[in-house]
């Protein structure tokens, strides 16, 4: 019987300030952990065994998936010492051909249906920006190497993480600190590995790709109305609203759209297709959300704009607060990038009236304690704008 | 107290009980044993933790079984004291929990009438007399015994050639599952989830005759309908989930048990229970004593009403001319303590508020309001979430007495501050705890209750002996018994008490005592003067409550473990004290 083995003991650095309150296997995608996603790919193709293995903050990650209905073995990692000790940790219950995950990339259950079956396989994709990841090279359908996250990519095919491999590859993982490493061993010691191609694959390497993710994975919410609605409120499209949660007089809702529990979206809102909103979200009103991710806890003052901006938990952002979405130079880990989205608020960020985010990441419990204030580029974690 | 556990119905009836057993065994676990009925009724027992290889499964293929574990009340934890027990002819058999306070003389009369006693327990008074009144209708028989017992009993009993199970309720919890041709009967929800989420709670004077394909129940000899409601603790919420133990799983979810029960408080009811309230009385045990003495310090700050804290083993001795509110605190809502101290307050003209953790609970019929806490069972014998979520409770009548100042304090921010909490390096001040013989934990103001709980805590779970003291009484006569072996853990955090609380760790330092401080970020003073310090996550400084007892359960929790202890079974202790 094939089993599983789901790695989610890294951090995610390189999602930085999401990261610190959360792994980035529990971020949460329209409103799901990303985890979520990958156990109920794996659940929906009859895998149930299943072994998931944790580090960065393990309490959370082992806390949050008692909450699902399956039951999961759980290893625990004391040293995040790379992807290829984590499986090591898990060795111990590995008998069978096995599928190996990362728990922080979203996988779809036809991917998983297409390797689940191969004795050695890995599942591949198409991307534009293949120095991110492992660019695959093959030899008709096998691979011959992949080579990791390559200054000049010889390919746009890259590996997704995601393997289906014989337990005689737990020989092999001894090679070296990562996976890849490890299965450039095991394509030296002989075996052939099939490269499958992957239909709905998605990694979000840095914090605006969530956004991107977002805005995919909301179009499978089923909508719902199990909150309080006003009758002056107009709801269109996909709209998927939680318990409890308020929608004032005049609030316009369209769809794809998705709000959590307990959430009070105030009159004369605007929320736009995109958004996902979790729990206990307050909305003052007047104000317009769009191509957005709203993390628990948030309160938004009346008169702000939200534009394609992730916003962590706890954040108190004041009246007229806006977001502007531009394309600037930014350094991460030694890369240049220029991506475009609003304003990435860590958690406990808190803004005075009027603060303008320019397409800026903002660092956790940074306070900007004067109204007026622009912010722009990166700003660290404890930050106090004066 | 015990547990019980009965089951009728398809399936292997002893694997079910077992099981259920096990469940229970946080209920008490000096012994155990169960009573198979198939041609002949079959008693296994033993003393000492429940071990599943004593049965032998395969050989006990029954529909109908009934099981005990047992906390010693009266007679020694052995194999013969051991439920369940059996009359002359070993023809009918009976599991209890609670105790028969008249049973020497019941045994007397019995003794007279030829009844041979193979136990020292109270218990096997119940089965000789239903014997004696005994005439092939094991219904009737326990219905003319009932009215001779005086105590409290949950009790099942089986009688050879008879496929049912007779059931009997006062002033001991009993649940039924209803499930589909089958019922479990046990002394609470937990035994019961695993097959069926529909359970009737059985009120005081019920008297139920079990089947299979259902049951029916009588109380003072008239037959009632009970209510069948769905629980909604899941079957994970019981299972330990990766984590070592259960006291490790229960002290990580208190971040989200702490927002959810300040969420599921309804603030309309509690207007209405709270409006005109001048003066209030706790009352709990342990550590819910703890939590009253916190609701205190803030209730007299911020609502500025008086608020007076007692044991509730102390309740009865003093009772106070009462008006106002009588808030009792008990997690399992079966305190016996508790639950008498709040027919006493029915007495005086005192309006009555249970907080508790159980649905159904004997405190919930007692109290004229109940508020829940929501936290999902506590398997742990040591109470760790169920004191967050007391607090969160409490927070929120503070919140509504002082007309939403502390509120201001931004409750909200509490679930970070918890998460964060839990994740503080406490390794160098475990080593230096868990050699010592003797620990003293002391703070002031709103944190002399908070060191309270954690000497508690450390004493529950590791066996060190700890003492907490009022910060300004330790020079009153505690001082002569510091030394270099004495840890002092001191809570000395940013607010009225820190200057103070400085010099008391200066004075405690040159009687030569190490010194673990609990202080803030970048605190240069108290690194210069403490030995170990632990430092905080910045937060307004009611939060700091709720994040100093979280790290002080973990100092107790590492401890323990680093010691080997038996951390979700300390020995002594039940979790729930149902006898005076």
């Known amino acids: ?386 | 107290m015990c547990g019980i556990v009965g089951y009728i119905g398809p399936r292997n009836a002893a694997e079910v009980v077992i099981k259920g057993l096990k469940k229970l065994e946080y209920r008490g676990y000096d012994s155990f044993g169960i009573a198979v009925s198939s041609d002949q009724i079959s008693i296994l027992k033993k003393g000492g933790r429940i071990q599943e290889s004593f049965f032998n499964l395969n050989e006990l293929n029954s529909g109908l079984v009934i099981g005990h574990t047992r906390w010693a009340t009266h007679g020694i934890p052995n194999d013969t004291n051991a439920h369940p027990h059996s009359d002359c002819s070993n023809n009918i058999a009976l599991v209890h929990n609670g105790i028969i306070e008249n049973f020497l003389s019941l045994r007397e009369d019995l003794l007279i009438r030829g009844h041979i006693f193979k136990s020292d327990t109270d218990t096997e008074v119940i089965v000789h007399l239903i014997e004696e009144f005994y005439n092939g209708d094991l219904l009737y028989a326990v219905r003319d015994v009932i009215p001779l017992l005086q105590g409290s009993f949950a009790i099942l009993v089986i009688a050879k050639g008879e496929k049912r199970i007779i059931a009997a309720r006062y002033k001991s919890p009993l649940v039924l599952g209803i499930g589909d041709g089958e019922v479990i009967a046990g002394s609470d929800v937990t035994p019961i989830l695993d097959y069926t989420p529909d359970v009737i709670f059985l009120e005081d004077g019920d008297l139920v005759s079990i089947r299979a394909e259902g049951v029916v129940i009588e109380n003072s000899h008239v037959i009632i309908e009970r209510l069948v409601t769905c629980v909604d603790w899941s079957r994970e919420d019981a299972r330990k989930g990766g984590f070592d133990h259960f006291m490790q799983k229960e002290i990580f979810e208190q971040a989200s048990v702490f927002s959810q029960a300040i969420r599921s408080v309804d603030y309309e009811a509690l207007k209405t229970i709270l409006s005109g309230v001048k003066e209030i009385t706790v009352v709990g045990c342990g550590t819910s004593y703890h939590a009253g003495m916190i609701f205190r310090y803030l209730t007299e700050e911020f609502a500025r009403i008086p608020v007076r804290v007692e044991f509730a083993s102390e309740f009865k001795y003093s009772p106070p001319p009462l008006h106002g509110l009588l808030i009792a605190l008990t997690q399992s809502g079966e305190t016996a303590d508790t639950l008498a101290a709040v027919e006493i307050a029915k007495n005086y003209e005192c309006t009555t508020l249970a907080i508790t953790n159980v649905l159904g609970s004997s405190i919930t019929r007692v109290a004229k309001n109940t508020l829940f806490m929501r936290a999902g069972p506590e398997v742990s014998v040591a109470a760790t979430k169920s004191f967050i979520a007391e607090l969160a409770v409490l927070f929120c009548i503070t919140d509504c007495l002082s007309e939403g100042e502390l509120r201001t304090q931004s409750l909200d921010s509490a679930h970070k501050a918890i998460e964060d909490a839990l994740l503080i390096d406490i390794d160098p001040a475990v080593d230096l705890l868990k050699n010592a013989g003797t620990v003293f934990f002391v703070g002031r103001g709103w944190y002399y209750p908070v060191s309270l709980e954690g000497a508690l805590k450390l004493k529950e779970i590791s066996y060190i002996h700890a003492e907490s003291y009022a910060a300004g009484e330790m020079k009153h006569g505690p001082f002569a018994l510091l030394s270099e072996e004495t840890p002092v853990v001191a809570i000395c955090v940013e607010g009225p008490t820190y200057s103070v609380m400085i010099s008391n760790i200066k004075e405690v330092k040159a009687r030569r005592a190490p010194v673990i401080a609990i202080g803030n970020k970048g605190d240069t003073d108290l690194c210069a003067v403490a030995d170990v310090v632990v430092t905080i996550p910045d937060t307004p400084r009611v939060i700091q409550i709720l994040t100093i007892t979280v790290i002080l359960q973990l100092l107790a929790y590492r401890t323990a473990v680093a010691l080997g202890r038996d951390i979700d079974r300390p020995r002594n202790l039940a979790k729930s004290v149902t006898v005076e």
Not at chain 1, 34 to 40: A, D, L, N
Not at chain 1, 101 to 117: T, V
Not at chain 1, 165 to 193: K, N, Q, Y
Not at chain 1, 280 to 293: C, L
Request: hydrophobic share 40%; net charge neutral.
């Open chain 1, 1 to 386: 019987m094939t089993q599983a083995v789901v790695l989610a003991a890294g951090e995610g650095r390189r999602l930085r300030p999401l990261t610190h309150a959360r792994p980035k296997a529990l971020i949460p995608v329209a409103n799901r952990p990303i985890i979520e996603y990958v156990i109920e790919s794996l659940v929906k193709n009859g895998i149930r065994d299943i072994t998931v293995v944790v580090g960065y903050r393990k309490e959370q990650v082992m806390r949050y998936l008692n909450t699902l209905d399956i039951s999961l073995n759980i290893v625990i990692q004391d040293k995040q010492l790379g992807t290829a000790h984590a499986l090591g940790c898990a060795a111990s219950s590995i008998n069978d051909r096995f599928l190996l995950l990362p728990g922080d990339n979203y996988i779809d259950y036809d991917s998983i249906a297409r390797i689940k079956s191969e004795n050695n396989a890995v599942l591949v994709k198409e991307n534009p920006q293949p120095s991110n990841f492992g660019v695959v090279i093959q030899k008709g359908e096998y691979i011959e190497r992949i080579d990791e996250k390559p200054e000049i990519a010889e390919s746009f095919i890259v590996s997704t993480g995601i393997f289906s491999l014989m337990p005689s590859f737990l020989d092999a993982i001894r090679c070296g600190t990562d996976i890849p490493e490890a299965i450039s061993c095991f394509i030296d010691g002989g075996a052939s590995i099939r490269a499958i191609p992957a239909k709905d694959w998605m990694d979000a390497v840095y914090p605006w790709d969530l956004l991107t993710m977002n805005e995919k994975l909301i179009t499978k919410v089923s909508p719902s109305r199990a909150g309080i609605f006003h009758r002056t409120s107009i709801i269109q499209g996909q709209v998927r609203v939680g318990k409890r949660t308020k929608i004032g007089p005049g609030a316009v809702i369209r769809g794809p759209v998705i709000i959590g529990e307990d959430c009070n979206i105030g009159p004369y809102c605007c929320i736009e297709p995109g958004t996902s909103i979790g729990d206990r979200v307050s909305i003052e009103p007047y104000t317009f959300v769009k191509d957005a991710i709203i993390m628990d806890s948030v309160s938004i003052g009346s008169h702000s704009r939200i534009v394609r901006s992730i916003i962590g938990e706890g954040c108190i952002l004041l009246d007229h607060t806006s977001t502007v979405s531009r394309a600037n130079m930014i350094e991460i880990e030694g890369k240049l990038l220029k991506p475009e989205f609003g304003t990435i608020l860590g958690d406990s960020v808190c803004s005075a009236p009027f603060t303008t985010f320019h397409n800026c990441i903002i660092g956790n419990r940074t306070v900007v304690e004067v109204p007026g204030r622009s912010l722009y580029h990166m700003v660290p974690d404890d930050s106090r704008v004066v």
